[in-house]
């Protein structure tokens, strides 16, 4: 196993990372992504949209306003999903902004008592280290295999602790782990098209090891080899998302080292996490030009792929077989407005005969999983959730398709909580699904 | 004071704090106005309440709805308290079989079409932040968009209005079926830039979604062409549902952001789409290919499918935005002129910024001759900021001498009050000051609109969100480009 991340996490002193002017002056305040912020709509207050965000943090960089709980409050509430970024025309970096912001306030901005203590645990103490969080993820599972977390339903010890609603949408352990213990390496079947470099994840390796083994059998099927480099941790988006950048920025350079260790070329590197694809894609914004990982970051950039992404570029190849079921696909935020990829995973569902697939209204809202806010805000995550599900519900679907394990984890939720009971899959477990069939 | 709000509308609904007022101090023009209070009413009720406060308290009040107005015409110039109708956002009732809805003020204009698109109909104003603006807003502005060509204004869609006046009482104007006897009120409400009253219920009229829609996109070697194109469209009796025009200059700008599939060697193009059942709207698709055509046309391209229609109203509708990314400065204006005039003014308008040293760019709505004419630049260069000034005010002063006007759809709100004079005599402002009285004698509603404030000393100031210089603008509309969301001033009763 390669060495646990240095702890050189500490922040460093005088760090000062803050927007430019030109990133803010961009905004031209003309209200055209107010009703596609998921928060405008819930509440209609400026104050929880994009451009009175973008207005707020801008007072607090000029120092106009002090950045109080009332700011922190308005920007925790931001689901940094950047539909706004989709809507606006002008081109606003909105993501960048509220990332930026976010970093300012880690820094600056002292959290109460048990907030701060818990955020720091989980950002500097457990998240950077693959050997602590899998401990964690161990306790975790023991907890569910042995029933405690159901004793603690039935006795509504949950629901007395606020977290009835949480524990749905917590993520089920596997029993193993998906390893990156050593370099793994899948041959293609067939004629060899591609060779990437498949990119697991931290937390999904532990609750989504089954999604990881899909995803590269059907890369494999498409006549991809699939590498697995040891070493490979968390991408950084959780960090970046909850603003400690310097955690995030550690993260990156190992996955910088991982990926280009050895100098061999990947066609790409293959995500099937559309979250943590979108921060890596923008390494750039974590390294600037001045730093010296800058050449490198925008090099691991450009080999960066969706799976779906990667997919529909490469073509599929793969006999697959009928699979009959009517399918609404809900839109990844961060593959449709971080990634603007918007019809691959559209064209792969329906490349599957058999699959119906019905567009909900509103696929490009967000569900409310957006990373971990559906646990630190969980009363504005379910009441997002409950109107996307009667946007589900209205299509008749069996199955709910999205690209990105936090959707999955929030849509089976909401099936189970306000739905029908439909399965949710990400798209490449339907495209898996195809192929074993054809295959058995 | 403000505990009285509070025993109304609940504390929750009531913002006090400067962080928060800041807020509200910007809509999508240059314009602020900081209010002292902000309200979040629920229902009409709370409003009526609202208003009584603030006749009692002789506290100004100005109504806004999602704040993308071009002119600061939901800004509290005056101060007082703003009454925000984000809340009061349902569709009440749809009648499907008589084509009507009732809708409360903060409906959203494209959510209200889409509600009702199922039955084959919509909401036929479609301003380009039709998907932010609400309807409330579309009212006080009288709202238009590029198919207010064929399909008219907002006023022509309003039926009825429940509004509540300035001291607090409710009134019913107009009403379920087309031309209310007596006064056209409803007529006089729409496009009063809330200075009337403030409006709590709408009855919209629903249009049918056409049967078959053509969208042609016509390419020319030079504006010239495309210009007289358009007037011989009107000559010929065409009237397309939109008549959209984009100048080479533009062409080259959008194309290098959208990727629509724009000819970027273009002089300038048309996008024309004419609607109705399959075979009228063949026949005039045909005769508009064979007007252009006649015009020295180079290419007529009819989109194929929805996708390729989409694309190229994108490329329209997200322009501004586009052309924002140019220069960190860019000035729109909002003229009016006779449509047969085109030509001339074009040509006018480019001889206009030659001689203050810009390329003026030019996208508008062609068919009913309402020009946004671009200039951009970088205030940071030396007297620029002047120059781009001096060109402004005088292709204002152009579209009032062709016989047009100071304003197209963006409306008069704060932006242009002192413009007014070019057009009005002070007799016939006179009038409309009566009118207004009559409704509002206390002048609370919504002061410092619609007519010059006399101690003004002709400034219109142009803070970019908040910040940077103010500077002074001499008779044109400043606006840092962003969207174009299109509130009309009455210019097709």
């Known amino acids: 196993m390669a060495t646990e991340v240095q702890q050189t996490m500490a922040v460093k002193a005088g760090e000062t990372e803050l927007a430019d002017y030109r990133d803010f002056a961009r905004c031209v305040h003309c209200g055209l992504c107010l009703n596609h912020c998921p928060t405008y709509r819930l509440w209609g207050r400026e104050a929880d949209s994009p451009r009175g965000r973008i207005r707020q943090m801008f007072l607090v960089d000029s120092g106009e306003m ?11 509430r931001c689901l940094d999903c950047r539909a706004c970024e989709t809507a606006c025309p002008s081109g606003v970096e909105y993501g960048k902004l509220v990332e930026l912001a976010r970093g300012r306030i880690e820094r600056e901005y002292r959290r109460t008592g048990m907030a701060r203590l818990g955020r720091e645990i989980f950002y500097r103490r457990l998240l950077p280290y693959p050997k602590r969080m899998a401990a964690l993820g161990g306790l975790m599972r023991l907890a569910q295999r042995s029933g405690m977390q159901k004793l603690a339903q039935s006795t509504g010890l949950l629901k007395l602790m606020g977290l009835e609603t949480r524990a749905e949408l917590l993520p089920e352990i596997d029993r193993k782990f998906f390893s990156t213990e050593t370099t793994r390496t899948f041959p293609a079947r067939g004629v060899r098209r591609a060779r990437v470099a498949f990119f697991a994840g931290c937390v999904a390796r532990m609750t989504f090891s089954a999604l990881n083994d899909a995803t590269i059998r059907v890369l494999q099927a498409n006549g991809c080899e699939v590498v697995v480099p040891e070493g490979q941790w968390c991408c950084g988006a959780l960090a970046v998302h909850a603003g400690y950048r310097d955690v995030a920025r550690e993260l990156a350079r190992r996955n910088l080292d991982v990926f280009f260790a050895g100098g ?63 399918a609404t696909y809900q839109d990844s935020c961060h593959l449709l407005h971080g990634q603007k990829v918007r019809e691959a995973p559209r064209r792969l569902i329906q490349a599957v005969k058999g699959v119906e697939l019905v567009e909900m209204e509103l696929s490009d809202q967000c569900c409310g999983s957006a990373g971990v806010y559906n646990v630190t805000q969980t009363e504005t995550a379910m009441a997002l959730l409950r109107k996307k599900m009667e946007c589900v519900n209205a299509t008749a679907a069996q199955v709910i398709l999205t690209a990105n394990p936090g959707c999955l984890l929030q849509l089976r939720a909401g099936a189970k909580l306000a739905g029908d009971g439909q399965e949710v899959l990400h798209v490449v477990e339907l495209l898996d699904r195809a192929i074993e069939q054809e295959r058995a | 004071m403000i505990a009285g709000l509070e025993r109304i509308v609940g504390r929750e609904q009531v913002l006090t704090k400067e962080e928060e007022l800041r807020l509200y101090e910007y809509d999508g023009s240059v314009e602020t106005g900081r209010p002292d209070c902000v309200v979040f009413p629920g229902n009409k009720s709370e409003v009526v309440e609202i208003a009584r406060w603030s006749n009692r308290n002789g506290v100004p009040m100005v109504g806004r709805g999602a704040g993308t107005g071009l002119s600061g015409g939901a800004l509290a110039r005056e101060g007082g308290v703003q009454v925000v109708f984000s809340r009061m956002n349902r569709i009440l009732a749809v009648d499907y079989e008589n084509q009507r809805a009732v809708v409360e003020p903060g409906v959203v204009n494209l959510e209200l079409s889409r509600a009702v698109a199922r039955a084959g109909l919509q909401y036929a104003p479609d301003p380009s932040s039709q998907k932010s603006c609400t309807i409330g807003g579309n009212v006080s502005e009288n709202a238009g968009g590029p198919h207010t060509l064929r399909y008219g204004v907002t006023t022509n869609h309003i ?7 300035p001291d607090g009482e409710m009134y019913r104007i107009g009403g379920a079926a087309v031309d209310a006897p007596g006064y056209d009120l409803v007529g006089l409400f729409v496009g009063s830039e809330g200075t009337l009253g403030l409006v709590v219920e709408i009855t919209a009229k629903l249009t049918r979604l056409p049967e078959s829609v053509k969208t042609l996109l016509a390419v020319f070697e030079t504006t010239d062409d495309a210009t007289e194109t358009v007037v011989a469209l009107t000559a010929r009796g065409i009237t397309p549902a939109a008549c959209e025009m984009m100048d080479g200059w533009t062409i080259r700008v959008v194309e290098s952001w959208i990727r629509a599939g724009l000819p970027t060697d ?41 996708r390729e229609r989409e694309a190229l109203w994108k490329a329209r509708k997200n322009a501004f935005g586009a052309v ?53 630049f970088d205030r940071r260069e030396p007297g620029t900021f002047e120059r781009a000034m001096a060109a402004a005010s005088e292709i204002i002063a152009l579209c009032v001498e062709l016989g047009g006007s100071i304003t197209g759809e963006h409306g008069v709100g704060m932006e242009k009050d002192r413009l007014m004079p070019l057009l009005f005599s002070e007799t016939d402002l006179e009038l409309m000051k009566r009118v207004r009285s009559a409704f509002n004698p206390s002048g609370l509603l919504n002061p410092g609109k619609l007519f010059p404030v006399s101690k003004s000393c002709g400034e219109i100031r142009a803070p970019a969100m908040g910040r940077g210089p103010s500077e002074p603008i001499e008779g044109a509309r400043n606006e840092r480009v962003g969207s174009d969301a299109e509130t009309r001033g009455g210019t097709q009763r």
Request: aromatic share 6%.
């Open chain 2, 159 to 165: 039926l009825g209005l429940e509004v509540v006046m």
């Open chain 1, 264 to 326: 061999d070329g990947f066609d790409a590197i293959v995500t099937n996490a559309a979250g943590c694809g979108s921060t890596m894609k923008e390494y750039g914004l974590l390294f600037g030009p001045e730093s010296e990982d800058h050449e490198r970051a925008k090099g691991f950039e450009d080999k960066l792929r969706d799976v779906t992404e990667f997919l529909d570029e490469l073509g599929l190849t793969a006999p697959m077989q009928r699979v009959p079921l009517r």
């Open chain 2, 324 to 376: 924002g990314r140019v220069a960190p400065d860019c000035y729109v204006q909002d003229g009016v002129i006779p449509r047969t005039r085109l030509p001339e003014t074009l040509r006018r308008i480019g001889e206009i910024g030659k001689r203050h040293g810009f390329e003026v760019g030019n996208i508008f709505h062609a068919g009913d001759g309402n020009l946004h004419p671009m200039l951009c």
């Open chain 2, 266 to 306: 273009a002089g300038a193009l048309l996008l024309i789409e004419v609607d109705g059942p399959r075979e009228a709207a063949e026949e005039q698709a045909a005769a508009v290919v064979e007007t252009c055509r006649a015009h020295k046309a180079r290419e007529v391209r009819t989109a194929k499918d929805e």
């Open chain 1, 66 to 76: 002090a950045m109080d709980a009332t700011f922190v409050t308005h920007i925790d």
